[in-house]
């Protein structure tokens, strides 16, 4: 018996620390990748949406500028809102009614309003705003900003108007994407 007692097959106290050693950096190096994945895989999904703000604000923008006609209050230099006749949405007083009239802006939270109005009673005279994307368009829990809003009048062989804006983190303000694009209305300007 006493000679099964000094037998040498077993791990001694170094051994098994080595082991335990190994084991415990070989944990954490799977665990900083793993945090390191994650981590890109939510600034990834935060780019993604933030782009596809982006394209919808263009597409939006884009729709309701090339369906407007005498277009207003923009000048060569540029400035954060534009009035226009016409547009997507207008059709109950019809597009060449001349007294309806619509104003795209930014609010004090980043989001686009449209207001619609008319100077000759219709809708009793009183503009109507509202926000053109519905809160859930700006990230899911409202992260996302529009800024730095831009309607420019371009001149040549076709009229149109350059538009340009920046897709922002609400929190840090930081910028993720942006769009500088050209509308070209489909309609001439009425008489």
Same mark, same amino acid.
């Given at each position: 018996m006493l000679k099964k007692l000094k037998? @040498?097959? &077993?791990?001694?106290?170094? +051994?098994?620390?080595v082991t335990m050693l190994l084991l415990s950096m070989f944990s954490m190096a799977c665990l900083v990748g793993i945090t390191s994945a994650f981590s890109s895989r939510r600034d990834y999904i935060r780019i993604s949406d933030a782009d596809i703000l982006k394209d919808t604000v263009v597409e939006v923008i884009t729709q309701e500028l090339r369906m407007?006609?005498? %277009?207003?209050?923009?000048?060569? $230099?540029?400035g954060s809102e534009i009035e226009y006749q016409g547009g997507m949405g207008l059709y109950q007083y019809g597009r060449n009614n001349p007294s309806q009239k619509a104003k795209l802006e930014l609010d004090e939270n980043g989001r686009i309003l449209k207001t619609v109005y008319s100077d000759d009673g219709t809708s009793d005279g009183k503009p109507y705003t509202y926000q053109v994307l519905n809160y859930s368009?700006?990230?899911?829990? &409202?992260? /996302?900003?529009?800024? $730095?809003?831009? /309607? @420019?009048?371009?001149? &040549?062989?076709? +009229? &149109? %108007?350059?538009?340009? /804006?920046k897709v922002k983190e609400k929190s840090d303000d930081l910028e993720l994407t942006g769009a500088d694009f050209t509308v070209i209305p489909l309609y001439e300007k009425e008489p």
């Open positions: 037998s @040498k097959a &077993g791990l001694t106290l170094t +051994e098994l620390m407007c006609t005498n %277009i207003s209050d923009v000048t060569a $230099d540029g368009a700006y990230g899911t829990d &409202g992260s /996302f900003i529009i800024s $730095d809003l831009s /309607f @420019k009048k371009t001149s &040549g062989a076709a +009229e &149109g %108007i350059e538009v340009s /804006f």
